[in-house]
């Protein structure tokens, strides 16, 4: 069970020694390549990848100077390696290192994020199952409509989740992708088989086509994915603030003990997980669309993208990790108050058995429009006046020439409207 969001491994796959390890990893990767092909000695490579290593306040010390962050790696990790580091990066632009890196650890991110929505689902399902016949009533613009099953909330959620899973799936398709082919994409100064190479060392697929950067088409696409994924969480966080309202208490996030609702009320009970996620959820999307304005560069790339995704790439997927875990505890731990459901489910005084009594007039053979008429009548009877609606429509002269009293009594049984529950659940192997 997730209690808590320690900065696993999310936080560790973003941090400035990994991306630097990363980077380096896709350079000693070339020099492994280089000497496969006989492009540089055999006995370097494998001395540069002895000895390569860096230290992060050097290569700050080097950039203060420089002014650029991969020519001070490079002295920084050159200082380790001696005479051979002229190997290093031959034939290779800034962007081609970085840029690969990048999508290593973006592929990294979509894989742990696909653990935590395959957990998810899986929570998703089990609670779908225990709640399966759990009567609740469904809603629509807020309104009563007709019954349903608690326990189809949870599996419809269940189902996003898996799109979600599709979504990433494809999305870490799309970043999972190198790019060793020099200052403007030609491969002017590099074997296009090192790219090759390196990519099957490292797992990824080299793009068919590249400027100096690989285009950022695909990792607005990423960001994309993360936010329809953050946003499918905002909306279950949302549906159970709902829920948990005073006036409805259906289900509530689960209250520990000793935590306090309120400095000044101390009666409160809130459900501030939830609203955490739906508000880390704007963050999310508001990435997007900076993700989707790093598109568009300048000719053969600028570096205008550059110190957006510095941002928005660790932000986005740590938020999504912690909101996917968070998410899973509140659904593992929802407090359901099946009985709150069947008093809220009557207390319209059966004003949600409406469509299946006009139904019924229906199959007798009267026009719609006049079933709907007679109906609706006594159903603002009952909105606006609080009389009975079931006593009413058991004495309505129009209704009774059609429908028995048993066959009204008949039309007021939750039961009828859960029916092909099952059914459903079926579809989903459950």
């Not at 790696?73 to 840029?99: A, M, W």
């Not at 690989?214 to 946003?231: K, N, P, W």
């Not at 000719?299 to 205008?304: A, K, P, T």
Request: proline share 3%; net charge negative.
């Amino acid at each position: 069970m997730i209690e808590r969001y320690t900065l696993p491994e999310m936080g560790k796959l973003w941090s400035i020694e990994n991306e630097w390890q990363t980077i380096l990893d896709v350079e000693l990767a070339a020099c492994d390549a280089m000497a496969e092909l006989g492009e540089i000695p055999v006995a370097a490579a494998q001395n540069i990848r002895a000895k390569a290593n860096f230290n992060l306040e050097r290569i700050h010390e080097i950039e203060a100077v420089t002014h650029h962050d991969i020519i001070a790696f490079l002295t920084c990790v050159g200082e380790y390696v001696g005479e051979d580091s002229k190997y290093i990066h031959k034939g290779l632009t800034s962007s081609d290192v970085k840029d690969t890196a990048i999508c290593l650890m973006m592929k990294r991110s979509a894989e742990i994020i696909l653990d935590d929505l395959k957990k998810f689902r899986e929570v998703l399902r089990r609670r779908a199952v225990e709640f399966k016949h759990t009567a609740c009533i469904g809603r629509t613009h807020g309104i009563h409509a007709e019954p349903m099953t608690f326990g189809l909330k949870l599996l419809l959620w269940s189902a996003e989740v898996e799109r979600d899973i599709e979504r990433v799936e494809h999305a870490k398709k799309i970043v999972s992708v190198g790019k060793l082919s020099g200052a403007v994409g030609t491969y002017s100064n590099i074997d296009p088989r090192i790219e090759e190479l390196v990519c099957q060392k490292l797992d990824l697929t080299p793009v068919r086509l590249a400027t100096q950067v690989i285009q950022r088409d695909r990792h607005a696409e990423y960001m994309t994915t993360l936010a329809l994924v953050a946003s499918t969480l905002e909306k279950i966080a949302t549906e159970i603030r709902n829920l948990q309202r005073t006036d409805i208490r259906e289900a509530e996030e689960y209250f520990s003990p000793g935590q306090k609702g309120s400095s000044a009320m101390p009666h409160k009970r809130n459900p501030i997980n939830c609203e955490r996620v739906a508000g880390m959820a704007r963050l999310v999307r508001g990435n997007a669309v900076a993700a989707m304005e790093d598109i568009t560069l300048w000719h053969e790339r600028d570096i205008s993208h550059s110190s957006v995704e510095r941002v928005i790439l660790p932000d986005s997927t740590i938020n999504v990790d912690y909101c996917t875990r968070k998410i899973t505890n509140i659904v593992d731990k929802l407090l359901v108050y099946p009985d709150a459901m069947i008093h809220n489910m009557n207390r319209t005084g059966g004003l949600i058995y409406s469509q299946r009594l006009m139904l019924e007039i229906v199959g007798k053979g009267v026009l719609r429009e006049d079933a709907y008429k007679w109906i609706q009548r006594n159903a603002m009877k009952r909105w606006l006046d609080g009389e009975d609606f079931q006593s009413n429509v058991a004495n309505d002269p129009d209704i009774t020439k059609y429908l028995s009293a048993e066959e009204i009594a008949a039309c007021f049984d939750y039961k009828f409207f859960l029916r092909n529950v099952d059914m459903i659940f079926e579809r989903f192997g459950l």
